[in-house]
């Protein structure tokens, strides 16, 4: 296994855990946005206010996009299983 292989290998692991990432972080973070503007505007300083719209739209997502995420993997891990031959030279 050269060292050009595992940095290879390792960008990829990083795109794909930031593509896995990336639905549930953005959808948080809007819904975290909408609730402070909310919050600022009617002066609730409420700090669970927050937390139930985001477990429901982390809730969502995962449900939307978890078969995207499930078959990412598995091909990611899919293809890692196939290249472990030629990474150990057989």
């Known amino acids: ?3 050009d292989s595992v940095m ?3 960008q990829r692991a990083l795109q ?3 593509m896995l990432s990336a639905p549930i972080l953005l959808s948080a ?3 975290g946005l909408l609730v402070a503007m909310f919050q600022a505007a009617t002066q609730i300083n409420e700090m669970t206010l927050s937390f139930v719209p985001k477990l429901l739209i982390t ?3 995962l449900s939307i996009s978890g078969p995207w ?3 990412l993997i598995i091909g990611f891990t899919r293809d890692i299983f196939l290249q472990i031959p030629d990474m150990v030279g057989g």
Do not use: F, K, N, S
């Open 29 to 31: 973070l809007a819904i």
């Open 8 to 10: 290879e290998l390792g």
């Open 69 to 71: 995420m499930l078959r």
């Open 1 to 3: 296994m050269t060292p």
């Open 59 to 61: 809730v969502i997502v």
């Open 16 to 18: 794909i855990t930031v």
